[in-house]
């Protein structure tokens, strides 16, 4: 099947800004493959995280010439993740539009709650306790889904709804991010009990 056939919710997207390489390949109806590679341990370990969650397929290649640079490379990683998503959802197919979830881990609870509404908005309510995990910059994680949602068409509510600690609110957050985005981007006529 070709992917540009109706009914493939898929696109691949090359982004180059700032010193910083991106290609995204998305695949909306995948669920099993991850081909991860930003630079930043920890950043894909969470795209993995997040991926698992939306029951996507997802590949991730970052070049950069300022391996230290990662806030261009969140930032950038989270435009062209956006820019897919948008890309995956062009044909106008009927989805569920919104979608939220509620996610546990250990003392970290976050609430993500997502519309496609095409207006991207994120509206971000996510204290954290310090300023870096597994040396990665907080600030870094914001522009990461800043870029996903402004550039995706979303409008994201984002919030801490308990945790001091900030690895697990993190874990958390891509989770969430990722079980809210598999609810809005259903299709109508896979809600159970339609035909």
Not at 67 to 73: K, Q, S, Y
Not at 106 to 111: E, F, K, S
Request: proline fraction near 3%.
């Amino acid at each position: 099947m070709s992917k540009t056939a109706p009914g493939i919710r898929y696109a691949e997207v090359e982004r180059e800004a700032a010193n910083v390489r991106v290609r995204v390949v998305l695949d909306l109806d995948g669920g099993t493959k991850r081909d991860l590679g930003t630079g930043v341990p920890f950043f894909d370990r969470m795209l993995a995280l997040m991926a698992y969650q939306a029951m996507i397929d997802l590949g991730v290649q970052v070049d950069t010439g300022a391996p230290d640079d990662e806030h261009h490379t969140f930032e950038e990683v989270g435009i062209a993740m956006g820019e897919a998503l948008q890309g995956a959802l062009a044909d106008g197919e009927a989805v569920n539009r919104i979608g939220s979830a509620t996610v546990a881990k250990d003392d970290a609870l976050v609430l993500v709650a997502l519309d496609t509404s095409a207006r991207g908005q994120l509206f971000w309510d996510v204290p954290f306790e310090t300023e870096r995990v597994a040396d990665v910059g907080l600030q870094s994680i914001r522009e990461f889904f800043r870029g996903i949602v402004l550039q995706g068409g979303l409008c994201a509510h984002v919030r801490k709804l308990a945790g001091e600690n900030d690895h697990h609110v993190v874990e958390a957050l891509f989770k969430a991010f990722g079980a809210a985005l598999v609810v809005a981007t259903q299709p109508l006529d896979r809600r159970p009990g339609t035909s």
